[in-house]
Protein backbone atom coordinates (compact mmCIF):
# COMPACT_ATOMS: atom_id res chain seq x y z
CA UNK A 1 0.00 0.00 0.00
CA UNK A 2 1.62 3.54 -1.25
CA UNK A 3 5.24 3.76 -1.89
CA UNK A 4 7.73 6.19 -1.03
CA UNK A 5 11.12 7.66 -3.09
CA UNK A 6 13.24 10.50 -2.20
CA UNK A 7 16.34 11.54 -3.81
CA UNK A 8 19.36 13.76 -2.82
CA UNK A 9 20.94 13.97 -6.09
CA UNK A 10 23.87 15.23 -8.02
CA UNK A 11 21.85 15.65 -11.42
CA UNK A 12 17.82 15.52 -12.40
CA UNK A 13 15.49 13.69 -10.49
CA UNK A 14 11.90 13.97 -11.39
CA UNK A 15 12.48 11.22 -14.33
CA UNK A 16 13.76 8.65 -11.42
CA UNK A 17 11.61 9.50 -9.17
CA UNK A 18 8.92 8.41 -11.28
CA UNK A 19 10.25 5.40 -12.51
CA UNK A 20 10.94 5.17 -8.46
CA UNK A 21 7.16 4.71 -8.24
CA UNK A 22 6.74 2.76 -11.33
CA UNK A 23 8.53 -0.13 -9.72
CA UNK A 24 6.11 0.36 -6.62
CA UNK A 25 3.32 -0.25 -8.69
CA UNK A 26 2.44 -3.82 -7.43
CA UNK A 27 1.69 -2.02 -3.95
CA UNK A 28 -1.71 -0.90 -5.48
CA UNK A 29 -2.48 2.48 -5.80
CA UNK A 30 -4.98 5.74 -6.96
CA UNK A 31 -3.11 8.97 -7.34
CA UNK A 32 0.80 10.08 -7.73
CA UNK A 33 2.47 13.10 -7.53
CA UNK A 34 6.61 14.55 -7.05
CA UNK A 35 7.66 17.34 -5.32
CA UNK A 36 11.20 18.53 -6.34
CA UNK A 37 13.11 21.73 -4.61
CA UNK A 38 14.36 24.02 -7.55
CA UNK A 39 15.38 27.82 -7.22
CA UNK A 40 14.33 28.26 -3.42
CA UNK A 41 10.81 26.60 -4.49
CA UNK A 42 8.99 23.84 -3.42
CA UNK A 43 7.66 22.66 -7.21
CA UNK A 44 4.88 20.20 -6.64
CA UNK A 45 3.35 17.72 -9.42
CA UNK A 46 0.58 15.99 -8.78
CA UNK A 47 -2.49 13.53 -10.51
CA UNK A 48 -5.17 11.36 -10.24
CA UNK A 49 -4.87 8.10 -11.24
CA UNK A 50 -2.27 6.10 -13.12
CA UNK A 51 1.54 7.21 -13.25
CA UNK A 52 0.73 7.70 -16.88
CA UNK A 53 -1.38 10.96 -15.75
CA UNK A 54 1.63 11.78 -13.76
CA UNK A 55 4.13 11.73 -16.44
CA UNK A 56 1.79 13.76 -18.86
CA UNK A 57 1.53 16.60 -15.94
CA UNK A 58 5.17 16.55 -16.02
CA UNK A 59 5.56 16.91 -19.82
CA UNK A 60 3.17 19.75 -19.13
CA UNK A 61 4.51 21.36 -16.42
CA UNK A 62 8.47 20.01 -15.36
CA UNK A 63 9.43 19.92 -12.21
CA UNK A 64 13.21 20.59 -12.39
CA UNK A 65 15.70 19.85 -9.46
CA UNK A 66 18.18 17.61 -7.94
CA UNK A 67 16.40 16.94 -4.84
CA UNK A 68 12.98 15.90 -4.35
CA UNK A 69 10.37 13.12 -3.08
CA UNK A 70 7.50 11.21 -4.33
CA UNK A 71 4.71 9.21 -3.38
CA UNK A 72 1.87 6.66 -4.75
CA UNK A 73 -1.20 7.14 -2.96
CA UNK A 74 -3.76 4.20 -1.63
CA UNK A 75 -6.73 6.52 -0.47
CA UNK A 76 -7.77 6.02 3.41
CA UNK A 77 -8.64 9.37 4.33
CA UNK A 78 -10.40 11.55 1.45
CA UNK A 79 -10.91 9.95 -1.85
CA UNK A 80 -8.03 9.92 -4.66
CA UNK A 81 -8.79 13.18 -5.84
CA UNK A 82 -5.39 15.31 -6.46
CA UNK A 83 -5.77 17.76 -3.99
CA UNK A 84 -5.78 14.57 -2.12
CA UNK A 85 -2.75 13.04 -3.20
CA UNK A 86 0.30 13.56 -2.24
CA UNK A 87 3.37 14.88 -1.55
CA UNK A 88 1.28 17.41 0.98
CA UNK A 89 2.98 21.17 0.89
CA UNK A 90 2.79 24.32 2.81
CA UNK A 91 4.98 27.36 1.72
CA UNK A 92 7.93 25.74 4.12
CA UNK A 93 8.01 21.77 3.80
CA UNK A 94 6.40 19.14 1.85
CA UNK A 95 6.16 15.54 2.44
CA UNK A 96 5.01 12.02 1.70
CA UNK A 97 3.45 9.54 4.15
CA UNK A 98 2.33 5.81 4.03
CA UNK A 99 0.31 4.76 6.95
CA UNK A 100 -1.97 6.27 9.23
CA UNK A 101 -2.01 8.79 11.51
CA UNK A 102 -5.06 7.72 13.98
CA UNK A 103 -5.14 11.07 16.19
CA UNK A 104 -5.31 13.28 13.25
CA UNK A 105 -8.74 14.71 14.20
CA UNK A 106 -7.56 15.95 17.30
CA UNK A 107 -4.40 17.89 15.59
CA UNK A 108 -6.61 19.15 12.66
CA UNK A 109 -8.86 20.98 14.85
CA UNK A 110 -5.85 22.40 17.07
CA UNK A 111 -4.16 23.65 13.89
CA UNK A 112 -7.27 24.56 12.46
CA UNK A 113 -8.05 26.63 15.89
CA UNK A 114 -4.62 28.60 15.06
CA UNK A 115 -5.81 29.75 11.79
CA UNK A 116 -4.30 27.02 9.74
CA UNK A 117 -6.10 26.50 6.34
CA UNK A 118 -6.12 22.71 5.13
CA UNK A 119 -6.67 21.85 1.18
CA UNK A 120 -7.52 18.13 1.46
CA UNK A 121 -9.24 15.62 3.65
CA UNK A 122 -6.13 13.75 4.36
CA UNK A 123 -4.66 12.73 7.83
CA UNK A 124 -1.04 13.32 6.17
CA UNK A 125 -1.74 17.09 5.49
CA UNK A 126 -1.64 17.34 9.70
CA UNK A 127 1.74 16.33 9.62
CA UNK A 128 2.88 19.01 7.45
CA UNK A 129 1.34 22.09 9.06
CA UNK A 130 2.38 20.77 12.26
CA UNK A 131 6.30 20.47 11.05
CA UNK A 132 5.67 23.75 8.72
CA UNK A 133 4.54 25.42 12.44
CA UNK A 134 8.29 24.87 14.07
CA UNK A 135 10.15 25.07 11.14
CA UNK A 136 8.28 29.18 11.01
CA UNK A 137 8.48 29.27 14.16
CA UNK A 138 12.73 29.22 13.48
CA UNK A 139 13.63 25.85 14.19
CA UNK A 140 16.08 24.01 12.34
CA UNK A 141 14.82 20.56 10.14
CA UNK A 142 15.76 18.08 12.19
CA UNK A 143 14.06 20.16 15.68
CA UNK A 144 11.32 20.76 13.78
CA UNK A 145 11.05 16.59 13.26
CA UNK A 146 11.87 15.85 16.73
CA UNK A 147 9.19 17.96 18.22
CA UNK A 148 6.75 16.55 16.00
CA UNK A 149 7.06 13.20 15.68
CA UNK A 150 5.85 12.39 19.55
CA UNK A 151 2.81 13.91 18.83
CA UNK A 152 1.76 11.48 16.21
CA UNK A 153 -0.17 8.32 16.75
CA UNK A 154 -0.48 5.67 14.82
CA UNK A 155 1.39 4.18 11.78
CA UNK A 156 3.52 5.97 9.37
CA UNK A 157 6.54 6.49 7.11
CA UNK A 158 7.46 9.94 6.47
CA UNK A 159 9.80 11.89 4.22
CA UNK A 160 10.17 15.51 4.20
CA UNK A 161 11.77 18.24 2.14
CA UNK A 162 12.33 21.43 2.92
CA UNK A 163 11.99 24.65 1.36
CA UNK A 164 15.02 27.03 2.67
CA UNK A 165 16.79 23.56 3.50
CA UNK A 166 17.30 22.09 -0.27
CA UNK A 167 19.95 19.74 0.17
CA UNK A 168 18.68 17.66 2.76
CA UNK A 169 15.47 15.34 3.48
CA UNK A 170 14.22 13.52 6.59
CA UNK A 171 12.54 10.56 6.86
CA UNK A 172 11.14 8.65 9.65
CA UNK A 173 8.87 5.20 10.76
CA UNK A 174 6.98 3.99 12.93
CA UNK A 175 5.01 0.43 11.75
CA UNK A 176 5.32 0.84 8.35
CA UNK A 177 8.93 0.48 6.40
CA UNK A 178 11.61 2.73 5.37
CA UNK A 179 15.05 2.04 4.18
CA UNK A 180 17.97 4.44 3.10
CA UNK A 181 19.83 3.47 -0.11
CA UNK A 182 23.74 4.62 -0.24
CA UNK A 183 25.09 6.27 -4.13
CA UNK A 184 27.89 8.08 -5.01
CA UNK A 185 27.08 11.24 -4.20
CA UNK A 186 23.29 10.55 -3.85
CA UNK A 187 21.81 9.46 -0.69
CA UNK A 188 18.12 7.87 -1.10
CA UNK A 189 15.03 6.74 0.78
CA UNK A 190 12.26 4.42 0.01
CA UNK A 191 9.74 2.41 0.85
CA UNK A 192 11.49 -1.12 -0.19
CA UNK A 193 14.80 -2.37 -1.71
CA UNK A 194 12.73 -2.88 -4.92
CA UNK A 195 11.87 0.49 -5.39
CA UNK A 196 15.94 1.45 -5.07
CA UNK A 197 17.20 -1.06 -6.89
CA UNK A 198 18.29 0.80 -10.15
CA UNK A 199 20.00 3.27 -7.64
CA UNK A 200 21.97 1.35 -5.83
CA UNK A 201 22.11 -2.16 -4.18
CA UNK A 202 23.85 -0.50 -0.27
CA UNK A 203 20.32 0.03 1.95
CA UNK A 204 20.00 0.30 5.91
CA UNK A 205 17.09 -0.88 7.38
CA UNK A 206 15.36 1.93 9.60
CA UNK A 207 14.07 0.21 12.54
CA UNK A 208 11.03 1.14 14.70
CA UNK A 209 10.91 5.03 15.97
CA UNK A 210 14.08 5.63 13.73
CA UNK A 211 14.06 8.65 12.13
CA UNK A 212 16.86 10.00 9.25
CA UNK A 213 19.08 12.71 7.93
CA UNK A 214 19.78 12.42 4.55
CA UNK A 215 22.25 14.69 2.80
CA UNK A 216 24.77 13.52 -0.50
CA UNK A 217 27.14 12.79 2.10
CA UNK A 218 25.18 10.04 3.32
CA UNK A 219 22.48 9.42 6.60
CA UNK A 220 22.38 10.64 10.21
CA UNK A 221 20.12 7.58 11.71
CA UNK A 222 18.50 8.54 15.26
CA UNK A 223 16.59 6.18 17.61
CA UNK A 224 12.94 6.77 19.51
CA UNK A 225 14.96 8.36 21.85
CA UNK A 226 16.64 11.40 19.40
CA UNK A 227 20.23 8.96 20.66
CA UNK A 228 22.68 8.75 17.27
CA UNK A 229 22.69 5.14 16.08
CA UNK A 230 24.62 3.04 13.15
CA UNK A 231 22.43 0.79 11.12
CA UNK A 232 23.71 -1.99 9.01
CA UNK A 233 24.49 -1.10 5.40
CA UNK A 234 23.50 -4.34 3.69
CA UNK A 235 23.07 -5.33 0.07
CA UNK A 236 20.16 -5.26 -1.22
CA UNK A 237 19.85 -8.34 -3.73
CA UNK A 238 17.04 -6.38 -5.55
CA UNK A 239 17.07 -6.81 -9.07
CA UNK A 240 16.18 -4.20 -11.89
CA UNK A 241 15.39 -6.85 -13.83
CA UNK A 242 13.19 -8.60 -11.40
CA UNK A 243 9.89 -6.37 -12.24
CA UNK A 244 10.10 -6.98 -16.35
CA UNK A 245 7.79 -8.98 -17.32
CA UNK A 246 9.73 -10.69 -20.05
CA UNK A 247 7.46 -12.09 -23.19
CA UNK A 248 4.25 -12.13 -20.52
CA UNK A 249 1.52 -10.03 -21.09
CA UNK A 250 0.96 -9.85 -16.93
CA UNK A 251 3.21 -9.77 -14.07
CA UNK A 252 0.53 -12.30 -12.93
CA UNK A 253 0.41 -14.76 -16.11
CA UNK A 254 4.37 -14.59 -15.28
CA UNK A 255 4.22 -15.26 -11.47
CA UNK A 256 1.98 -17.82 -12.10
CA UNK A 257 4.26 -19.57 -14.75
CA UNK A 258 7.48 -19.26 -12.09
CA UNK A 259 5.89 -21.29 -9.57
CA UNK A 260 7.87 -24.63 -10.15
CA UNK A 261 11.00 -22.65 -10.02
CA UNK A 262 10.41 -20.95 -7.01
CA UNK A 263 8.75 -23.53 -5.28
CA UNK A 264 12.09 -25.19 -5.92
CA UNK A 265 13.84 -22.98 -4.56
CA UNK A 266 12.13 -22.81 -1.81
CA UNK A 267 12.07 -26.28 -1.20
CA UNK A 268 16.11 -26.25 -1.63
CA UNK A 269 16.48 -24.20 1.60
CA UNK A 270 14.23 -26.78 3.78
CA UNK A 271 15.13 -30.56 2.62
CA UNK A 272 17.52 -32.92 2.84
CA UNK A 273 16.96 -34.99 -0.34
CA UNK A 274 19.99 -37.04 0.22
CA UNK A 275 19.46 -37.88 3.83
CA UNK A 276 15.64 -37.96 3.09
CA UNK A 277 15.41 -35.21 5.94
CA UNK A 278 13.53 -32.24 6.35
CA UNK A 279 15.92 -29.78 7.58
CA UNK A 280 14.98 -26.04 9.43
CA UNK A 281 17.03 -23.51 10.58
CA UNK A 282 19.33 -23.44 13.73
CA UNK A 283 16.46 -23.30 16.99
CA UNK A 284 16.79 -21.63 19.93
CA UNK A 285 14.62 -23.37 21.38
CA UNK A 286 12.30 -27.38 21.28
CA UNK A 287 9.67 -27.63 19.10
CA UNK A 288 9.17 -30.96 21.39
CA UNK A 289 7.93 -29.15 23.67
CA UNK A 290 5.56 -26.69 21.72
CA UNK A 291 2.16 -27.79 23.19
CA UNK A 292 -0.17 -25.69 21.03
CA UNK A 293 0.19 -23.45 17.19
CA UNK A 294 -1.66 -20.03 16.75
CA UNK A 295 -1.59 -19.14 13.09
CA UNK A 296 -2.40 -15.62 11.84
CA UNK A 297 -2.49 -14.07 8.67
CA UNK A 298 -4.92 -12.69 6.41
CA UNK A 299 -6.19 -12.80 2.64
CA UNK A 300 -4.54 -15.62 0.65
CA UNK A 301 -1.82 -16.14 3.46
CA UNK A 302 -4.43 -16.89 6.23
CA UNK A 303 -6.01 -19.42 3.59
CA UNK A 304 -2.31 -20.94 3.12
CA UNK A 305 -2.53 -20.79 7.13
CA UNK A 306 -5.56 -22.97 6.90
CA UNK A 307 -3.87 -25.87 4.59
CA UNK A 308 -1.20 -25.77 7.16
CA UNK A 309 -3.56 -26.61 10.05
CA UNK A 310 -4.75 -29.59 8.37
CA UNK A 311 -1.07 -30.78 7.75
CA UNK A 312 0.09 -30.18 11.57
CA UNK A 313 -3.08 -31.52 13.03
CA UNK A 314 -2.53 -34.78 11.20
CA UNK A 315 0.95 -34.95 11.01
CA UNK A 316 2.51 -33.59 14.47
CA UNK A 317 -1.05 -34.14 16.39
CA UNK A 318 -0.37 -30.37 17.90
CA UNK A 319 -3.24 -28.59 17.98
CA UNK A 320 -3.94 -25.43 16.18
CA UNK A 321 -6.06 -22.13 16.40
CA UNK A 322 -6.05 -19.61 13.40
CA UNK A 323 -7.53 -16.24 12.84
CA UNK A 324 -7.37 -13.35 10.92
CA UNK A 325 -4.67 -10.77 11.75
CA UNK A 326 -7.29 -8.15 11.94
CA UNK A 327 -9.41 -9.70 14.04
CA UNK A 328 -6.92 -11.82 15.97
CA UNK A 329 -6.21 -9.27 19.05
CA UNK A 330 -9.61 -7.41 19.85
CA UNK A 331 -11.19 -11.30 20.78
CA UNK A 332 -8.90 -11.25 23.66
CA UNK A 333 -7.63 -15.18 22.76
CA UNK A 334 -6.09 -17.53 24.99
CA UNK A 335 -2.14 -17.73 25.08
CA UNK A 336 -1.30 -20.93 26.64
CA UNK A 337 2.98 -20.94 27.93
CA UNK A 338 4.53 -22.97 25.66
CA UNK A 339 3.18 -22.22 22.82
CA UNK A 340 4.35 -21.08 19.11
CA UNK A 341 2.77 -18.25 17.76
CA UNK A 342 3.53 -18.79 13.81
CA UNK A 343 2.82 -15.31 11.54
CA UNK A 344 2.21 -15.95 7.64
CA UNK A 345 2.99 -12.49 5.40
CA UNK A 346 4.02 -12.08 2.15
CA UNK A 347 5.71 -8.30 2.57
CA UNK A 348 6.33 -8.86 6.37
CA UNK A 349 4.72 -5.73 6.78
CA UNK A 350 1.12 -5.87 7.02
CA UNK A 351 0.33 -3.76 9.86
CA UNK A 352 -2.64 -6.09 11.52
CA UNK A 353 -0.61 -9.43 11.76
CA UNK A 354 2.42 -7.26 12.94
CA UNK A 355 0.52 -5.84 15.72
CA UNK A 356 -0.73 -8.93 16.33
CA UNK A 357 2.96 -10.68 16.60
CA UNK A 358 3.88 -7.91 19.00
CA UNK A 359 0.90 -8.77 21.02
CA UNK A 360 2.15 -12.37 21.11
CA UNK A 361 5.05 -11.37 22.07
CA UNK A 362 4.11 -9.63 24.71
CA UNK A 363 2.08 -12.40 26.04
CA UNK A 364 5.30 -15.15 25.78
CA UNK A 365 5.04 -16.72 23.07
CA UNK A 366 7.78 -18.01 20.86
CA UNK A 367 7.13 -15.97 17.76
CA UNK A 368 7.75 -18.13 13.96
CA UNK A 369 7.55 -15.82 11.02
CA UNK A 370 6.87 -16.75 7.50
CA UNK A 371 7.97 -14.56 4.86
CA UNK A 372 9.06 -13.06 1.60
CA UNK A 373 10.98 -10.63 2.54
CA UNK A 374 13.55 -11.92 5.39
CA UNK A 375 14.57 -8.49 6.08
CA UNK A 376 11.47 -7.33 6.90
CA UNK A 377 9.52 -5.66 9.98
CA UNK A 378 8.32 -9.13 11.13
CA UNK A 379 11.60 -11.06 10.10
CA UNK A 380 13.70 -9.07 12.14
CA UNK A 381 11.44 -9.89 15.07
CA UNK A 382 11.19 -13.81 14.95
CA UNK A 383 12.67 -16.32 16.88
CA UNK A 384 12.18 -18.20 14.36
CA UNK A 385 12.39 -16.73 10.27
CA UNK A 386 11.20 -19.14 7.81
CA UNK A 387 11.88 -17.29 4.31
CA UNK A 388 10.56 -17.86 0.80
CA UNK A 389 12.07 -17.65 -2.38
CA UNK A 390 9.67 -16.83 -4.41
CA UNK A 391 11.16 -13.59 -5.32
CA UNK A 392 9.46 -10.11 -5.69
CA UNK A 393 5.49 -10.26 -6.33
CA UNK A 394 4.50 -7.35 -8.60
CA UNK A 395 0.53 -8.59 -9.10
CA UNK A 396 -1.10 -7.69 -6.63
CA UNK A 397 -3.26 -10.78 -6.58
CA UNK A 398 -0.73 -13.61 -4.57
CA UNK A 399 0.34 -16.47 -6.66
CA UNK A 400 3.76 -17.51 -6.62
CA UNK A 401 3.91 -16.25 -2.83
CA UNK A 402 1.51 -18.44 -1.98
CA UNK A 403 2.75 -21.88 -3.37
CA UNK A 404 6.03 -20.85 -1.35
CA UNK A 405 4.05 -20.67 1.88
CA UNK A 406 2.26 -23.77 1.43
CA UNK A 407 5.74 -25.62 0.74
CA UNK A 408 7.57 -24.31 3.87
CA UNK A 409 4.49 -25.08 5.83
CA UNK A 410 4.67 -29.01 4.55
CA UNK A 411 8.23 -28.87 5.75
CA UNK A 412 7.29 -27.29 8.82
CA UNK A 413 4.79 -29.68 9.99
CA UNK A 414 6.38 -32.59 9.08
CA UNK A 415 9.64 -31.48 11.33
CA UNK A 416 6.82 -30.93 13.99
CA UNK A 417 5.75 -34.50 13.81
CA UNK A 418 9.56 -35.86 13.49
CA UNK A 419 10.53 -33.49 15.93
CA UNK A 420 7.29 -35.26 18.82
CA UNK A 421 8.02 -38.56 17.60
CA UNK A 422 4.49 -39.04 15.58
CA UNK A 423 6.61 -39.49 12.26
CA UNK A 424 9.01 -42.12 11.48
CA UNK A 425 12.15 -41.77 9.40
CA UNK A 426 10.53 -43.82 6.61
CA UNK A 427 7.23 -41.52 6.56
CA UNK A 428 9.88 -38.05 7.19
CA UNK A 429 11.40 -39.80 3.86
CA UNK A 430 8.22 -40.69 2.01
CA UNK A 431 6.69 -36.82 2.70
CA UNK A 432 10.62 -35.46 1.54
CA UNK A 433 9.76 -37.66 -1.93
CA UNK A 434 6.46 -36.23 -2.18
CA UNK A 435 7.53 -32.40 -1.97
CA UNK A 436 10.59 -32.97 -4.58
CA UNK A 437 7.80 -34.01 -6.77
CA UNK A 438 6.19 -30.65 -6.36
CA UNK A 439 7.88 -28.77 -8.97
CA UNK A 440 7.34 -31.08 -11.88
CA UNK A 441 3.94 -31.71 -10.80
CA UNK A 442 3.36 -27.77 -10.95
CA UNK A 443 4.82 -27.90 -14.16
CA UNK A 444 2.54 -30.46 -15.33
CA UNK A 445 -0.63 -28.20 -13.91
CA UNK A 446 0.76 -25.50 -15.81
CA UNK A 447 0.34 -27.23 -19.38
CA UNK A 448 -3.55 -27.12 -18.88
CA UNK A 449 -3.25 -23.19 -19.56
CA UNK A 450 -4.54 -23.22 -22.41
CA UNK A 451 -7.65 -25.45 -21.82
CA UNK A 452 -8.08 -22.73 -19.01
CA UNK A 453 -8.09 -19.62 -20.96
CA UNK A 454 -10.68 -21.41 -23.82
CA UNK A 455 -12.82 -22.55 -20.15
CA UNK A 456 -12.57 -18.59 -19.37
CA UNK A 457 -15.06 -17.30 -21.63
CA UNK A 458 -17.87 -19.95 -20.15
CA UNK A 459 -17.21 -18.38 -16.96
CA UNK A 460 -16.99 -14.62 -17.35
CA UNK A 461 -20.72 -13.92 -17.68
CA UNK A 462 -21.40 -15.12 -14.63
CA UNK A 463 -22.37 -13.28 -11.42
CA UNK A 464 -21.82 -15.14 -8.70
CA UNK A 465 -19.51 -18.42 -8.74
CA UNK A 466 -18.88 -21.26 -5.96
CA UNK A 467 -16.08 -23.35 -5.50
CA UNK A 468 -16.16 -26.48 -3.29
CA UNK A 469 -13.67 -28.72 -2.01
CA UNK A 470 -12.89 -30.75 0.98
CA UNK A 471 -9.98 -31.44 3.68
CA UNK A 472 -6.88 -29.13 2.31
CA UNK A 473 -8.91 -28.43 -0.86
CA UNK A 474 -11.54 -26.66 0.98
CA UNK A 475 -8.94 -23.69 2.04
CA UNK A 476 -8.32 -23.82 -1.94
CA UNK A 477 -12.05 -23.39 -2.65
CA UNK A 478 -11.64 -20.13 -0.43
CA UNK A 479 -8.26 -19.15 -2.16
CA UNK A 480 -10.07 -19.66 -6.00
CA UNK A 481 -13.09 -17.63 -4.73
CA UNK A 482 -10.69 -14.85 -3.50
CA UNK A 483 -8.83 -14.93 -7.20
CA UNK A 484 -11.87 -14.73 -9.29
CA UNK A 485 -13.09 -12.00 -6.46
CA UNK A 486 -9.87 -9.89 -6.76
CA UNK A 487 -8.64 -9.70 -10.36
CA UNK A 488 -12.25 -10.20 -12.13
CA UNK A 489 -15.13 -8.52 -10.22
CA UNK A 490 -17.22 -11.63 -9.87
CA UNK A 491 -18.71 -12.35 -6.87
CA UNK A 492 -17.27 -15.51 -5.77
CA UNK A 493 -17.76 -17.71 -2.36
CA UNK A 494 -15.48 -21.41 -1.21
CA UNK A 495 -17.63 -23.49 0.62
CA UNK A 496 -16.64 -26.83 2.48
CA UNK A 497 -18.22 -29.71 -0.24
CA UNK A 498 -20.43 -30.94 2.31
CA UNK A 499 -21.77 -27.71 3.72
CA UNK A 500 -23.50 -27.18 0.41
CA UNK A 501 -27.02 -28.59 1.72
CA UNK A 502 -26.75 -26.75 4.53
CA UNK A 503 -27.40 -23.28 3.23
CA UNK A 504 -25.41 -22.39 -0.31
CA UNK A 505 -27.00 -25.31 -2.49
CA UNK A 506 -30.20 -22.76 -2.49
CA UNK A 507 -28.19 -20.89 -4.85
CA UNK A 508 -27.48 -23.19 -7.10
CA UNK A 509 -29.44 -22.86 -10.54
CA UNK A 510 -28.08 -23.00 -14.47
CA UNK A 511 -26.93 -19.32 -14.41
CA UNK A 512 -24.13 -20.22 -11.55
CA UNK A 513 -20.82 -22.37 -12.63
CA UNK A 514 -19.78 -24.54 -9.45
CA UNK A 515 -16.05 -25.04 -9.55
CA UNK A 516 -15.12 -28.26 -7.80
CA UNK A 517 -11.92 -29.45 -6.74
CA UNK A 518 -11.62 -33.20 -6.02
CA UNK A 519 -8.27 -34.92 -6.53
CA UNK A 520 -8.68 -38.19 -6.48
CA UNK A 521 -8.02 -39.66 -2.86
CA UNK A 522 -9.77 -40.49 0.39
CA UNK A 523 -12.43 -37.79 -0.22
CA UNK A 524 -13.22 -37.42 -3.18
CA UNK A 525 -15.60 -39.87 -3.28
CA UNK A 526 -17.42 -37.41 -0.92
CA UNK A 527 -16.85 -34.40 -2.85
CA UNK A 528 -18.46 -35.74 -6.07
CA UNK A 529 -21.31 -36.86 -3.93
CA UNK A 530 -22.14 -33.27 -2.86
CA UNK A 531 -21.36 -32.22 -6.63
CA UNK A 532 -24.16 -34.46 -7.57
CA UNK A 533 -26.45 -32.71 -5.60
CA UNK A 534 -25.29 -29.58 -7.32
CA UNK A 535 -25.34 -31.22 -10.75
CA UNK A 536 -29.59 -32.87 -9.84
CA UNK A 537 -30.23 -28.99 -9.21
CA UNK A 538 -29.22 -27.33 -12.41
CA UNK A 539 -25.41 -26.39 -11.65
CA UNK A 540 -22.63 -25.79 -14.42
CA UNK A 541 -20.12 -27.74 -13.27
CA UNK A 542 -16.28 -27.19 -13.50
CA UNK A 543 -14.30 -30.45 -12.50
CA UNK A 544 -11.22 -29.95 -11.51
CA UNK A 545 -9.56 -33.35 -10.82
CA UNK A 546 -6.86 -35.94 -12.43
CA UNK A 547 -7.62 -38.57 -15.03
CA UNK A 548 -8.87 -41.10 -12.80
CA UNK A 549 -11.16 -38.80 -11.08
CA UNK A 550 -12.07 -37.30 -14.43
CA UNK A 551 -13.06 -40.77 -15.70
CA UNK A 552 -15.47 -41.70 -12.83
CA UNK A 553 -16.79 -38.50 -12.32
CA UNK A 554 -16.52 -35.95 -15.17
CA UNK A 555 -19.89 -37.27 -17.49
CA UNK A 556 -22.07 -34.09 -18.10
CA UNK A 557 -19.81 -31.38 -16.49
CA UNK A 558 -19.57 -27.99 -18.59
CA UNK A 559 -16.12 -28.45 -18.68
CA UNK A 560 -13.40 -30.87 -17.33
CA UNK A 561 -9.78 -29.97 -15.93
CA UNK A 562 -7.07 -32.56 -15.79
CA UNK A 563 -4.46 -32.67 -13.27
CA UNK A 564 -1.61 -34.39 -12.67
CA UNK A 565 -2.75 -37.33 -10.16
CA UNK A 566 -0.61 -36.39 -7.07
CA UNK A 567 -0.29 -37.59 -3.00
CA UNK A 568 -2.81 -35.89 -1.11
CA UNK A 569 -0.09 -34.15 0.39
CA UNK A 570 1.33 -32.13 -2.19
CA UNK A 571 -2.76 -31.77 -3.57
CA UNK A 572 -3.17 -28.22 -2.30
CA UNK A 573 0.18 -26.84 -3.89
CA UNK A 574 -0.79 -28.52 -7.25
CA UNK A 575 -4.37 -27.89 -7.65
CA UNK A 576 -3.86 -23.91 -6.70
CA UNK A 577 -2.60 -23.55 -10.52
CA UNK A 578 -6.02 -24.46 -12.15
CA UNK A 579 -7.77 -21.79 -9.55
CA UNK A 580 -5.45 -18.64 -10.42
CA UNK A 581 -5.30 -19.67 -14.03
CA UNK A 582 -8.53 -19.68 -14.10
CA UNK A 583 -9.49 -16.17 -12.62
CA UNK A 584 -6.49 -14.72 -14.38
CA UNK A 585 -7.94 -16.04 -17.76
CA UNK A 586 -11.63 -14.78 -17.00
CA UNK A 587 -10.56 -11.71 -15.76
CA UNK A 588 -8.74 -11.06 -19.65
CA UNK A 589 -11.52 -12.07 -21.09
CA UNK A 590 -13.66 -9.66 -18.91
CA UNK A 591 -10.73 -6.86 -19.67
CA UNK A 592 -10.08 -5.72 -16.00
CA UNK A 593 -6.81 -4.71 -14.87
CA UNK A 594 -5.22 -7.84 -13.72
CA UNK A 595 -1.99 -7.13 -12.30
CA UNK A 596 -3.60 -3.77 -10.51
CA UNK A 597 -7.16 -4.56 -9.78
CA UNK A 598 -9.11 -1.91 -8.68
CA UNK A 599 -9.66 -1.00 -4.61
CA UNK A 600 -6.38 -2.92 -3.78
CA UNK A 601 -3.38 -2.40 -2.27
CA UNK A 602 -0.40 -5.41 -2.41
CA UNK A 603 0.84 -4.66 1.02
CA UNK A 604 -1.76 -3.48 4.11
CA UNK A 605 0.36 -0.94 6.01
CA UNK A 606 -3.03 0.01 8.00
CA UNK A 607 -5.56 -1.31 10.19
Known amino acids: ?70 HTRWATHGAPTTNNAHPH ?31 SETDTEVVAHLVSEQVEAGKLPEEAVQAVLPRLRGAFALAIAFRAHPDTLIGARLGSPLVVGYGEGETYLGSDALALAPLTQKISYLEEGDWVVVTRNGAEIYDKGNRPVEREITTSGASAAAIEKGNY ?84 PVLEPGGLALFISQSGETADTLAALRHCKAEGQTIAVLVNVPTSSMAREADLLLPTHAGPEIGVASTKAFSCQLAVLAALAAHFAVRKGRMTHDEEAEVVKHLMEAPAALNAALAHDDEMAAMAPLIAPARDVLYIGRGPDFPLALEGALKLKEISY ?24 VIVLAPSGPLFEK ?36 MPRVHPLIAPLVYAVPVQLLAYHVAVSKGTDVDQPRNLAKSVTVE
Not at 45 to 64: C, I, S, T, V, Y
Not at 541 to 553: F, H, K, N, P, T
Open 1 to 70: MCGIIGIVGKEPVADRLVEGLRRMEYRGYDSAGICTLYGGELVRRRAEGKLFNLALELERNPAPGEVGIA
Open 89 to 119: ATGEVALVHNGIIENFRTLRSELEKRGRVFE
Open 249 to 332: RHFMQKEIFEQPTVVAQTLRSYLRPIEQQVALPQLDFDISKINRVTIVACGTSYYAGMVAKYWFEQFARTPVDIDYASEFRYRA
Open 490 to 513: IHAEGYAAGEMKHGPIALIDEAVP
Open 527 to 562: TVSNMQEVRARGGKIVLISDREGLDEAGEGCMAKIE
